[in-house]
């Protein structure tokens, strides 16, 4: 059974950075497309960024664009999030999900497996 595991959260100022990690075990992530939510207090959950299983296809939310950078490294069944330019509002915990899919792309519905999140915090 595949399963992931978040890490890189974290207390930052703003401005600042982080790169949050999803690494999978039990399996491959060589065909799953792979997403990041957040959820912040008292708010829903909301798609940060994809990935398609190949690598070449991605996309963000308009929120993050230009600050967040989304990667994936399948020879060491992991997906990285770079976060620069953090401001308060991106305080949040951020999740990584994985779909299995046999096309090229990513999107933000019908996960089949989700990790437990990691906590970042922006604040001065």
């Known amino acids: 059974q595949l399963q992931l595991v978040e890490s890189g959260g974290g207390l930052v100022q703003p401005g600042g950075s982080l790169r949050l990690s999803c690494t999978a075990s039990g399996g491959t992530l060589d065909d799953y497309a792979i997403a990041w939510f957040r959820q912040a207090p008292g708010k829903e959950p909301e798609g940060v960024s994809c990935?398609?299983?190949?690598?070449?296809?991605?996309n963000y939310a308009r929120f993050v664009k230009g600050r967040f950078t989304i990667s994936r490294d399948n020879a060491k069944n992991t997906v990285f999030l770079q976060a620069n330019s953090l401001e308060a509002e991106d305080t949040a915990v951020y999740s990584c999900?994985?779909?299995?899919?046999?096309?090229?792309?990513?999107?933000?519905?019908?996960?089949?497996?989700w990790g437990k999140g990691t906590l970042v915090t922006v604040s001065s």
């Open positions: 999900a994985a779909e299995y899919t046999g096309d090229d792309y990513c999107g933000y519905g019908g996960m089949d497996i």
């Open positions: 990935i398609s299983s190949t690598g070449t296809r991605s």
